[in-house]
């Protein structure tokens, strides 16, 4: 099926989208990307000649198959030439006002035969799909920034989506070069919702004033061999982006895991947003490190054996992990695929966990409780199961899901 594409529609030519239709294009398809007008079209357009140039200096392309991939796309500011697009992979801002004028006009135009796709993070595909005549055959397709680098691509489903479409959209990521999972319409999907509130934590820390922001991320790259560490990472996401994955995650749960740091919505009234304002928790490159906390919450993590800064950051996340795996929403194996190749984990989630035990976990989460430092009121019941005195009939079966 994915064979007889030919024409693949990109709409919205930010970051993303560029990056979205570079890659495309690089697996042979030919793209039209579409822009709101002339300006936005030459910037979408800057941005896909920049990485392009940058691939072919670095080697990773040569100047003849650079030639073919420009030869592949094309752009406009009209969304009439998608008519005939067989695959159009939606990429505008996360406001749904906007997704909706896209999808109205998309459903209208395209044959009734094309699949669209919304490239959305952290809003409903379901309610997308719903503003169109054919909710079977629309779905998500989320990609992790950059595009063409980032190997993961999670492909939501929901109550209406066909499983020929499904089917059809995992073979596409596939073709692309993605390592795609498959999950169900939910908040977050699997990667934001065991990302941002990581973050979030991570912020709540810096807020009690447990410790610098520097011993917060070296802690963590420290505890589980990250990239980055945390704060870091909210500058480099957004702390806008991070402050909207939280409130959509707790519209749809109302849980406390999910109430955004008062200081992070702070942050974003008074405009810090992370690198894109120049302002979030880092300032520079010239900025001078925070002077050491010297609190009671400070000096209390610094002297209490169960709570080691990196581990009460990591070992939520694993809880969190764990309680997705145990709501039966995804496999253990795709939570360590989108945390490993759209996050850039070394390990994923249950590897971490295999690497503590549950019972180091289990400690450092009640300890933080105790002290009222987590939202987590009590352990994940798939984590509790295995301790290794769990009572075997009560446990969830069928072998430990950490390996499933």
Not at 43 to 72: N, Q, Y
Not at 229 to 234: C, H, I, Q, S
Request: charged share 25%; with cysteine; hydrophobic share 40%.
């Amino acid at each position: 099926m994915v064979q007889e594409f030919d024409k693949v529609g990109v709409v919205g030519l930010g970051t993303m989208g560029a990056g979205i239709a570079e890659v495309f294009a690089r697996a042979g398809f030919n793209v039209v990307g579409v822009e709101i007008d002339q300006a936005a079209l030459d910037r979408g357009r800057g941005h896909v000649d920049k990485s392009l140039s940058r691939a072919v200096s670095k080697g990773k392309l040569t100047e003849e198959e650079r030639s073919g991939i420009d030869a592949r796309l094309t752009f406009s500011t009209s969304r009439e030439d998608l008519a005939d697009a067989d695959f159009v992979v939606e990429a505008v801002p996360e406001r749904m006002d906007i997704k909706r004028d896209v999808f109205g006009d998309l459903d209208r135009i395209c044959a009734p035969g094309t699949i669209l796709a919304t490239n959305t993070s952290s809003l409903s595909v379901t309610e997308i799909a719903a503003l169109t005549d054919r909710p079977e055959k629309v779905v998500g397709l989320h990609f992790f920034n950059p595009a063409p680098v980032m190997k993961l691509a999670e492909v939501i489903t929901t109550v209406a989506t066909s499983a020929e479409t499904v089917d059809i959209v995992t073979e596409v990521a596939k073709r692309i070069g993605k390592t795609p999972i498959t999950v169900g319409d939910r908040g977050g999907f699997v990667a934001n919702a065991l990302l941002v509130p990581y973050i979030n934590d991570a912020v709540r820390l810096y807020e009690r004033g447990i410790a610098t922001r520097e011993e917060i991320d070296e802690s963590v790259k420290k505890a589980a061999g990250l990239p980055m560490g945390p704060l870091t990472l909210a500058d480099l996401v957004g702390l806008d982006v991070c402050l909207a994955v939280m409130d959509v995650l707790w519209a749809e749960f109302h849980d406390p895991r999910y109430s955004a740091s008062p200081l992070l919505r702070r942050m974003v009234a008074a405009g810090r947003l992370g690198r894109k304002t120049g302002q979030g928790f880092y300032g520079g490159k010239d900025e001078a490190p925070e002077p050491r906390r010297t609190g009671r919450f400070a000096e209390m993590v610094r002297e209490e054996e169960t709570l080691d800064l990196g581990e009460m950051l990591v070992a939520p996340q694993i809880d969190d992990a764990m309680r997705m795996i145990g709501d039966g929403y995804a496999s253990a194996r795709d939570v360590d695929t989108a945390m490993r190749f759209g996050c850039g984990y070394p390990k994923g989630p249950t590897e971490l966990l295999e690497e503590r035990g549950a019972e180091s976990v289990i400690t450092t989460l009640v300890a933080m409780s105790e002290y009222s430092l987590t939202t987590i009121a009590v352990p994940a019941p798939l984590l509790m199961d295995l301790l290794p005195d769990a009572d075997e009939g009560a446990s969830h079966g069928g072998g430990c899901a950490c390996h499933g």
